[in-house]
């Protein structure tokens, strides 16, 4: 399993980044691997600039993707997401991409299922997310900031 990489991000597309990692070898030899990486906002990876991110690996019976967060407080939502019924992990990394972290545990403690539906591949999976996440993050947000409620 991959926890993260260092590396130079190769290029991007609208989805995912391409990160060339360099590995040594015995004898002073290096070689060198590039690995796809579905992440939340690809614009706020530049070509050409080392990177480090960690990374979520899916392994399918048909194909493995690796997904990449900018925090780790995005992996834990990514992570909480996944969890949910009808929420694999490209509907969780669009989840991602709606906005900070702060904003969408908001909108899921709200129980504002038409923000969560803004993601691609989030439909009916919007009313799961609330219905497990919602008790969680207000929990946890009583706990940071318990003047507030």
Same mark, same amino acid.
């Given at each position: ?12 597309q ?7 990692v360099a ?6 030899k ?9 992440v ?24 493995d ?5 900018e ?8 992570? /909480?997401?996944i @969890?949910?019924?009808?929420i694999g992990?490209?509907? =969780?990394? !669009? %989840? ?17 299922? /038409?923000?969560? @539906?803004?993601a ?5 999976? =919007?009313? !799961? %997310? ?9 929990e946890q947000?009583a ?7």
């Amino acid at each position: 399993m991959y926890d993260g990489f260092v590396g130079y991000v190769v290029s991007r597309q609208s989805d995912s980044i391409v990160v060339g990692v360099a590995t040594s070898q015995p004898e002073g030899k290096f070689q060198g691997f590039l690995h796809k990486i579905y992440v939340a906002r690809p614009s706020q990876f530049e070509p050409g600039k080392e990177v480090t991110i960690s990374t979520y690996l899916q392994k399918t019976e048909y194909k493995d993707a690796l997904y990449g967060f900018e925090s780790a407080g995005q992996q834990e939502l990514f992570l /909480d997401l996944i @969890q949910c019924d009808a929420i694999g992990p490209r509907a =969780a990394i !669009n %989840i991602c991409a709606l906005g900070s972290v702060d904003n969408i545990k908001q909108a899921i403690r709200m129980g504002n299922d /038409d923000f969560l @539906q803004g993601a691609r591949g989030v439909s009916k999976g =919007a009313k !799961n %997310i609330i219905l497990k996440l919602a008790r969680k993050y207000s929990e946890q947000h009583a706990k940071v900031q318990p003047d507030l409620l």
